[in-house]
């Protein structure tokens, strides 16, 4: 009943920019009218049994979506729409005890293609931003809540349903109804289907490139969540290392802006050029000993107890017989994000996997996290989530490619990961990195904290906030499309810098070729370093 009165409120929102539409009786709004009844009549077209239609909605480029009743902690109130599109809500049952709840944005200016966002962190929420980024280049785009509403973890306590979502169901149903509606509404099947996500995104790419070898041909992923539960002890594993701000062994928010300059001191140069970026910080082997406190030297230096926690901080995450459980954060990160996700001396947003999934205890208590903890939440494996299966044959022989992207100041997910998931592949299909590349680059981002955003050349078009033009050299996803349509793979990711670091207005600083894995990007020490020529990928 509910549903049908939203339903009934958005047909009548159509109807009357309809009427504005026709104010003005140019070629332009009379194709904007044809689309926007297309629209509103769309559900009448759509038989999916598992699904309920919320509403259907034509909105005009340059509106303002609003979002009063969306959970708060998606921090998402609104969104700025940038082509018309029809705009079409479901939901969707997946279980006894779960469900979907999904939005598919289908562009006036359809290219032909299908895109599937992600999600973010234990999110809860559609990525607003994301769908308009790709209704704008004209994908038919899908997105969901994965399952349950905001960023906690509360929804997965005792219910199975909401974490099969999370770990793996919530993406696939989504594109599985996205591609019926986007087919019902255009009267014809897409021509190639996309991927575009971070962070919880990537872990969701790989987990579609591992499991739904079908569902892309094209899948652009950064910096995943995938080895869910070892990097989850990992995250969750920094609040009893650092301690909280009142213990001995915790290192002040002030003082890790000088561990970012000891770092720098001793490895920025290791890439050939002392540029504040480290283009290499795996071979980066810091050592905070010279910020000790000593009778000399009493200010902005480090107790004995700090500076043992800032060595901990950079050091892999083990088992009690040694064993690797997560790789290190990698050096740089302090001078990005870190100090304020990882190093805050207050719980991880993602412990509550191990508070709502893997203990389901309300009141247990993050501090105490234990090797114990971990090596349960690794052994259960909820769901899979791990996703880290290695062999992708099955994506590959569907023609599939994928690109796969990290940032090295990652402050979030080390950039180290993902390395070692590329060597996984490579061992599980016995291929080399040549043989890899036909369906499968990975290339590391300098300067790029988690998924945009950071001191180096980090625009790369992943997001519309972290983009700086739609060239396929330039941008991800343009790259991916080229690929995928045109069978020209990306060599190089370039990303650019403005000189303010934000504002396009501000101007391009310089651009940086991003260098394909195993190939680490060093400068020829000849000639200015803000000219991407001047450097190699060796
Ligand atoms: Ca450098």
């Known amino acids: 009943m509910r549903g049908t009165m939203v339903s009934l409120s958005f047909f009548l929102i159509g109807s009357v920019l309809n009427l504005v539409s026709l104010g003005s009786p140019t070629n332009q709004s009379r194709a904007s009218n044809g689309f926007s009844q297309q629209c509103t009549s769309v559900a009448t077209k759509l038989h999916i049994p598992q699904a309920n239609i919320s509403f259907t909605e034509f909105v005009a480029a340059n509106t303002t979506l609003q979002f009063p009743n969306a959970d708060p902690s998606c921090t998402r109130p609104s969104q700025a729409v940038s082509a018309n599109i029809c705009r079409v809500g479901l939901s969707v049952k997946t279980s006894a005890t779960s469900g979907i709840r999904m939005e598919v944005w289908l562009p006036q200016n359809w290219t032909g293609r299908f895109l599937s966002t992600g999600n973010g962190g234990l999110g809860g929420c559609i990525q607003y931003e994301d769908l308009d980024y790709a209704a704008s280049l004209g994908f038919a785009s899908v997105g969901t809540n994965n399952g349950h509403e905001g960023m906690t973890g509360e929804s997965f306590l005792n219910n199975t349903g909401v974490i099969e979502d999370f770990a793996y169901r919530a993406v696939h149903t989504g594109v599985v109804i996205g591609k019926q509606v986007s087919e019902a509404f255009y009267g014809r099947p897409h021509s190639k289907s996309y991927y575009l996500g971070c962070s919880t995104g990537g872990r969701q790419g790989f987990k579609a490139v591992q499991s739904f070898p079908n569902d892309f041909d094209g899948v652009v992923a950064g910096a995943p969540a995938f080895s869910f539960n070892n990097l989850t002890s990992w995250s969750s594993g920094f609040l009893p290392l650092t301690g909280s701000p009142e213990s001995a062994t915790f290192v002040p928010l002030d003082m890790w802006p000088i561990v970012h300059q000891d770092v720098l001191a001793q490895c920025d140069m290791l890439d050939g050029v002392a540029d504040g970026i480290l283009e290499s910080p795996d071979l980066c082997h810091y050592d905070p000993a010279g910020l000790l406190c000593t009778s000399g030297r009493n200010t902005t230096c480090l107790t004995a107890a700090q500076v043992q926690t800032v060595r901990r901080s950079y050091a892999p995450l083990l088992d009690a017989d040694g064993s690797l459980i997560y790789p290190r954060l990698q050096p740089g990160a302090e001078g990005t994000e870190a100090p304020f996700t990882l190093f805050t001396g207050r719980?991880?947003?993602?412990?509550?996997?191990?508070?709502?999934?893997?203990?389901?205890?309300?009141?247990?208590?993050?501090?105490?996290?234990?090797?114990?903890?971990?090596?349960?939440?690794?052994?259960?494996?909820?769901?899979?989530?791990?996703?880290?299966?290695?062999?992708?044959?099955?994506?590959?022989?569907?023609?599939?490619?994928?690109?796969?992207?990290?940032?090295?100041?990652?402050?979030?997910?080390?950039?180290?990961?993902?390395?070692?998931?590329?060597?996984?592949?490579?061992?599980?299909?016995?291929?080399?990195?040549?043989?890899?590349?036909?369906?499968?680059?990975?290339?590391?981002?300098?300067?790029?904290?988690?998924?945009?955003g950071g001191p180096g050349a980090s625009r790369i078009g992943n997001q519309a906030r972290n983009s700086a033009g739609l060239d396929p050299e330039d941008n991800v996803l343009m790259a991916m499309v080229r690929w995928v349509e045109e069978g020209v793979a990306p060599e190089v990711v370039v990303g650019t810098r403005y000189k303010n670091g934000t504002t396009a207005g501000s101007g391009v600083d310089y651009k940086r070729r991003h260098c394909k894995w195993p190939a680490r990007n060093v400068y020829n020490g000849i000639g200015d370093c803000k000219d991407p020529l001047n450097w190699d990928c060796i």
């Open 347 to 452: 719980a991880f947003g993602a412990s509550d996997w191990f508070k709502y999934a893997v203990l389901n205890d309300t009141s247990w208590d993050p501090s105490t996290l234990s090797l114990a903890d971990m090596c349960l939440s690794a052994r259960l494996n909820l769901a899979d989530i791990e996703t880290w299966n290695g062999n992708l044959s099955a994506f590959k022989a569907a023609g599939g490619k994928l690109l796969h992207y990290h940032g090295l100041v990652d402050g979030v997910i080390t950039s180290e990961n993902s390395p070692r998931y590329y060597e996984h592949v490579s061992t599980t299909m016995q291929q080399t990195p040549a043989q890899l590349d036909d369906f499968y680059r990975f290339f590391r981002i300098s300067g790029m904290a988690h998924c945009g």
